[in-house]
C-alpha cells in the first residue's frame, strides 16, 4: 500500500461568466470553448471536455476555491455541509494543472504541478463567510466556497453526481 500524499491550494479566480475553469495548462485540444456548456447537463452544475473541468459560480466575482490534489483515493466523508457535490474526470498529460476564470489563459497564472496523468475530481459547493481578498459586496449571487478534491485514476467514470444541490441554486 503506498502513502498517501496530499497537496492543498488555495485560488481565488475571477468567475467571470459565472465560471471558474480547472485543466491542463498545456493543452490546446479538447478544452473550455464556446460549446463546452451546451454538452453539460445543467444539473451537473458543471461542464467536462477531455482536459478541463468547468466549474459553474453561484457570482460573477472572485470566488474562494480550495484544491486538494491526492495520490490515493480520498475518503468521501459526510456530504451534509454540501449543497451540491459532482465527480467528473480530466487529462493532466502535461503535468501542469491550471485554476483560471473562464476569460482567463492558462499561461496567465501559476500551474500546480501534479504527476502526468488521467484524474477524477470532486467539486463540492459550500455555503460559506469566507470572502476573497478582492470581492464585490454588491454583486448578486450567494457566497460559495468551491473545494475541488483531485486523485489519479486508470479509466474514466463520467460525470456523477453525488449530491443534488437545490434548484434555482444560484441568483
Known amino acids: ?17 459565472l465560471t471558474f475553469v480547472i485543466s491542463d495548462a498545456e493543452a490546446t485540444e479538447d478544452v473550455f470553448d464556446g460549446d463546452t ?3 453539460a447537463d445543467d444539473a451537473w452544475r458543471i461542464a467536462v471536455e477531455r ?10 466575482d472572485y ?11 480520498p475518503v468521501l466523508g459526510p456530504l451534509d455541509g454540501y449543497d451540491h457535490v459532482v465527480e467528473a474526470d480530466v487529462a493532466v498529460p502535461s503535468g501542469q494543472l491550471t485554476v483560471t476564470g473562464a476569460t482567463e489563459l492558462p499561461s ?4 500546480v504541478p501534479v504527476a502526468p496523468g488521467k484524474y477524477r475530481v470532486r467539486v463540492g459547493y459550500l455555503q460559506t463567510g ?7 459586496e454588491s454583486d448578486p449571487g450567494d457566497h460559495l466556497e468551491y473545494r475541488v478534491t483531485m486523485w ?7 460525470v456523477q453526481v453525488l449530491k443534488q444541490g437545490p ?5
Do not use: I
Open 1 to 17: 500500500m503506498s502513502e498517501d500524499r496530499v497537496r492543498v491550494h488555495q485560488f481565488e479566480p475571477y468567475a467571470d461568466h
Open 37 to 39: 456548456w451546451d454538452k
Open 51 to 60: 482536459h478541463c473541468v468547468v466549474v459553474g459560480t453561484a457570482r460573477y
Open 63 to 73: 470566488v474562494p476555491v480550495t484544491l486538494t490534489v491526492s495520490s490515493n483515493l
Open 108 to 111: 496567465e497564472v501559476e500551474p
Open 130 to 136: 469566507r470572502r476573497p481578498s478582492k470581492f464585490s
Open 152 to 158: 489519479p485514476v486508470a479509466e474514466d467514470r463520467g
Open 167 to 171: 434548484e434555482p441554486w444560484a441568483y
